[in-house]
């Protein structure tokens, strides 16, 4: 039976005595090095992107989501990540336009159409 990559990264992290927080909130002796991290591994997928090298591409986008699910377990987010990605995945889909299509920028990136939301994830963390 697969394990989703959150029960991945946490059984790294009980391996390895990094902290798993139960409640929300930013590690301040930790986060720092956190976000480091993360900028550290976006910068190896530019360079396999870059250098049109699909293992190194998939190796950094794997780098990135277990540190990233390892920074939801450290500020104690685990318990709101599936109720939050839902919450902002209803607001990127009210980024459509009036006809139903995706309002696009010049290169591609998705517009806020005129039905946008923001995603209310004051809730989310409340209703955690």
């Not at 002796?29 to 190194?56: C, H, K, T, W, Y």
């Not at 889909?93 to 139903?100: N, Y």
């Amino acid at each position: 039976m697969s394990q989703d990559t959150l029960s991945i990264v946490k059984e790294w992290h009980e391996a390895f005595d990094v902290p798993v927080v139960d409640s929300p909130a930013i590690p301040q002796e930790r986060a720092q090095m956190r976000l480091a991290i993360l900028e550290e591994e976006v910068a190896e997928l530019r360079e396999a992107v870059e250098a049109g090298d699909m293992v190194e591409v998939l190796d950094a986008l794997c780098d990135i989501q277990y540190v990233l699910d390892g920074t939801f377990l450290e500020f104690g987010l685990h318990g709101v990540k599936q109720a939050g990605m839902e919450e902002v995945h209803a607001s990127n889909m009210s980024k459509l336009g009036a006809d139903g299509r995706p309002v696009l920028r010049e290169d591609g990136k998705v517009l806020k159409g005129p039905d946008f939301r923001r995603p209310d994830l004051g809730r989310v963390l409340k209703d955690g």
